[in-house]
């Protein structure tokens, strides 16, 4: 079993820089891939990024490239997606989700799933 909490959403401007984290429980962190995810209002939850065990392996929606990166300290049992040079589109409440081993761009094959951070870009 593996709770997830996401913390630092807030509000920024277009342009803007935010640090989101995602603290797990439970053991063996680093047997989990993990995903960050968003859904904007009326909107299906979409892929953002992903990340294998080991922080070796990354995945990216390519309206984020360049501009996200996740990253993941097994250490501490949390994993992180820094967003820079936000745009209004990326408003959406983001979660982070965990599955066992592989890293996948599919909502429907992560187990868990935090409680999501709501991320509004607007000036």
């Known amino acids: 079993q593996v709770q997830l909490v996401e913390s630092g959403g807030g509000l920024v401007q277009p342009g803007g820089s935010l640090r989101l984290s995602c603290a797990a429980s439970g053991r063996a962190f680093s047997d989990y891939a993990m995903g960050w995810f968003r859904q904007a209002p009326g909107k299906e939850r979409v892929f953002v990024a992903s990340i294998s065990g080991s922080g070796g392996t990354t995945y990216y929606v390519d309206s984020v490239k360049g501009r996200f990166t996740i990253s993941r300290d097994n250490a501490k049992n949390t994993v992180y997606l820094q967003m820079s040079s936000l745009k209004p589109e990326d408003t959406a409440v983001y979660y982070c989700?965990?599955?066992?081993?592989?890293?996948?761009?599919?909502?429907?094959?992560?187990?868990?799933w935090g409680q999501g951070t709501q991320v509004t870009v607007s000036s």
């Open positions: 989700a965990a599955r066992w081993k592989l890293t996948t761009t599919l909502p429907s094959t992560y187990n868990y």
